[in-house]
């Protein structure tokens, strides 16, 4: 009688730790899936944010080239003092060097202060030429 109860109470042991780990692995595999789909749609979410910001920025670029071009054709239509060109050229060239500057402090800064030395050059010469011609 007493090995049938030892027996009887492994069994229900055995039955209730079976299904606790079988529990256990049900829930985990339920955990693994939400995570899953919850990635792939931060996922899907940010590849159509993505694609609606690089439009923006894409739109930005424009007005931003524009708003540089359009002055620099003016002033290699309106003056065509070698010095004077030279200075746009390398003032513009500076200034849009500035968006590959980003990768260190350092680096931007001295971007920053390239370009802003070549607007004072170019200040300087353009001035210098306003006042021979006029």
């Known amino acids: 009688m007493l090995v049938t109860l030892v027996t009887a109470a492994l069994a229900i042991v055995g039955t209730l730790l079976g299904s606790i780990v079988s529990g256990r692995f049900q829930e ?3 955990e693994r899936s939400v995570r899953v789909s919850h990635g792939e749609a931060i996922r ?4 159509e ?11 930005e ?7 540089v071009t359009r002055p620099l054709v003016a002033l290699r239509v ?6 004077v060109r030279a200075a746009a050229d390398e003032m513009v060239t500076l200034t849009y060097a500035l968006r ?5 402090t350092e680096a931007l800064t001295a971007a920053r202060e390239a370009a802003k030395g070549a ?3 170019f200040v300087d010469v353009a001035a210098g030429y306003l006042s021979r011609t006029a």
Do not use: C, N, V
Not at 44 to 47: E, F, G, K, P, Q
Not at 78 to 83: R, S
């Open 100 to 104: 590959d500057a980003y990768a260190t």
């Open 119 to 121: 607007h004072d050059r």
């Open 78 to 83: 309106l003056i065509e003092d070698q010095a």
């Open 28 to 30: 985990r595999a339920a």
């Open 61 to 67: 670029s424009h007005m931003t080239r524009s708003a």
């Open 44 to 47: 899907r979410d940010r590849l």
């Open 49 to 59: 944010a993505g694609s609606e910001r690089i439009e923006a920025l894409r739109g």
